[in-house]
Nanobody, 118 residues
Framework: QVQLVESGGGLVQAGGSLRLSCTTS????????MGWYRQALGKQRELVAL???????TYADAVKGRFTISRDNAKNTVYLQMDSLKPEDTAVYYC????????????WGQGTQVTVSS
């Protein structure tokens, strides 16, 4: 059974930092593309950042230069370092794992709330 457990959300003032963590189990973590998505109230879920098994990174334009995604395969964990936070970053952040199988399958964590006050 694949499980993803996020942690690290909370309340922070604008300009501050948070680091989110997502630990997975039940899968070969190093084979997975891992991602962070977010969903603000009343909006659709959107991609924040992705990291491939080889370490290639993709970021949404809104977070480039402020957020950094990284992974520790030994700990089955993916991180999202969020700096220079803005009120518009307020959302529930979800961890995603894309498994390299046919047909493709992905799994989601339960989400962690990030609130940035102005």
């Amino acid at each position: 059974q694949v499980q993803l457990v996020e942690s690290g959300g909370g309340l922070v003032q604008a300009g501050g930092s948070l680091r989110l963590s997502c630990t997975t189990s039940g899968t070969i973590f190093s084979f997975n593309t891992m991602g962070w998505y977010r969903q603000a109230l009343g909006k659709q879920r959107e991609l924040v950042a992705l990291i491939t098994p080889g370490g290639s990174r993709t970021y949404a334009d809104a977070v480039k230069g402020r957020f950094t995604i990284s992974r520790d395969n030994a700990k089955n964990t993916v991180y999202l370092q969020m700096d220079s936070l803005k009120p518009e970053d307020t959302a529930v952040y979800y961890c995603n794992a894309q498994l390299p199988v046919t047909p493709p399958r992905d799994y989601w964590g339960q989400g962690t709330q990030v609130t940035v006050s102005s």
